[in-house]
């Protein structure tokens, strides 16, 4: 198992806890704004929910153990990106030109995976947030400086 140093997941693993938000909270769109800042010199890193075995917001449920049992892979390819679209991203053609729809998908890379952590609840991840990259920064900005997160309204 590798451990998250600094005690950073023992204490979100209880906020959630003490929140009753253990198995229900998930980070994914705007919900990545929740995710723990913290930086180690010059390098800037966060932690954050990866999985849980709750419904994810496409009705989808991925099981933690089984992302934990392929955790080696999870940190040798894994990528953090705004949306998926590194991926999603290539399926985006415009069907009359065949062109991309995002013209870089992997623009929307803003860090990559460093250390996973299996608690009772959730799989915690810890990710290295690139530095000089336009996108990465203001993720960076929006989770160091928004306190609290904002939350979506209403039909947002």
Known sequence: MVVVADGVVDA???????????????FVGLDFLKATPHTEGERRFVHFEASNDALDQEGERILKSALFADRAFYLEK????????????????????????????????????????????????????????EQADNIWHSITTQKPPPQPGVGT
């Open 12 to 26: 979100m693993v209880a906020e959630r806890e003490a929140e009753s938000q253990s198995a229900d909270s998930l």
């Open 78 to 133: 894994g990528n953090i990106d705004l949306e998926h679209l590194t991926i999603l991203g290539y399926r985006m053609v415009d069907p009359a030109t065949g062109r991309l729809l995002i013209k870089n998908p992997r623009d929307y890379e803003i860090g990559l995976r460093v250390e996973v952590r299996d608690t009772a609840h959730v799989i915690f991840a810890k990710g290295e947030i690139y530095r000089g990259h």
